[in-house]
T-cell receptor, first 115, second 113 residues
């Protein structure tokens, strides 16, 4: 089984719909992150959580929300999807050791298309 | 504005050493430099991380000059399976810092037979 599992792998949804992307991990890491990847724009941080009671906005949090249900689970919601949220979404984890902020373990991604 | 710049693409041949340089002129004191590898339809995979001087692990070396305004990822004796996109990441999310992570746009490395 993968260390970081994202569901679904692919999703097509209509404009205005609410959608949730889920992430679970077996790494035992306390830190979890959501990124989106767009051609020409690279990876951009949406939200991150350093523990179950900690939620922080990243550089592009508008239009998104997150929930850290447990140490191992971190979900991303698009409250009302719009076409420019079409992207590849990655969940990542890291531990809290000295340089753990930066040594991420990524999931395989969710390809989201908003039509 | 902080920026991380790397070449868009590079070509190499099997068995050669490949060096990919990342420019990060506005790096902050507490920022680390991390490199990732990404294959199609997969998430990025951690390669190596450093703060200053030289770091080496079983797959790569990372060279960081004293001014830390650039860094060079060195892949010794590449093979066809090293064909991938390589990303440079600079920044920190540590409390008390200007929490910011700056990803480069990636260098697409093609290794030819």
């Amino acid at each position: 089984d993968a260390d970081v599992t994202q569901t679904p792998r692919n999703r097509i949804t209509k404009t205005g719909k609410r959608i949730m992307l889920e992430c679970s991990q077996t790494k035992g890491h306390d830190r979890m992150y959501w990124y989106r990847q767009d051609p020409g724009l690279g990876l951009r941080l949406i939200y991150y959580s350093f523990d179950v009671k900690d939620i922080n906005k990243g550089e592009i949090s508008d239009g998104y929300s997150v929930s850290r249900q447990a140490q191992a689970k971190f979900s991303l919601s698009l409250e009302s999807a719009i076409p420019n949220q079409t992207a590849l979404y990655f969940c990542a984890t890291s531990d809290s050791s000295g340089t753990g902020d930066y040594g991420y373990t990524f999931g395989s991604g969710t390809r989201l298309t908003v039509v | 504005l902080a920026k991380t710049t790397q070449p868009i693409s590079m070509d190499s041949y099997e068995g050669q050493e490949v060096n990919i340089t990342c420019s990060h002129n506005n790096i902050a004191t507490n920022d680390y430099i991390t490199w990732y590898q990404q294959f199609p339809s997969q998430g990025p995979r951690f390669i190596i991380q450093g703060y200053k001087t030289k770091v080496t692990n079983e797959v790569a070396s990372l060279f960081i000059p004293a001014d830390r305004k650039s860094s060079t990822l060195s892949l010794p004796r590449v093979s066809l399976s090293d064909t991938a996109v390589y990303y440079c990441l600079v920044g920190s999310l540590r409390a008390g810092n200007n929490r910011k992570l700056i990803w480069g746009l990636g260098t697409s490395l093609a290794v030819n037979p």
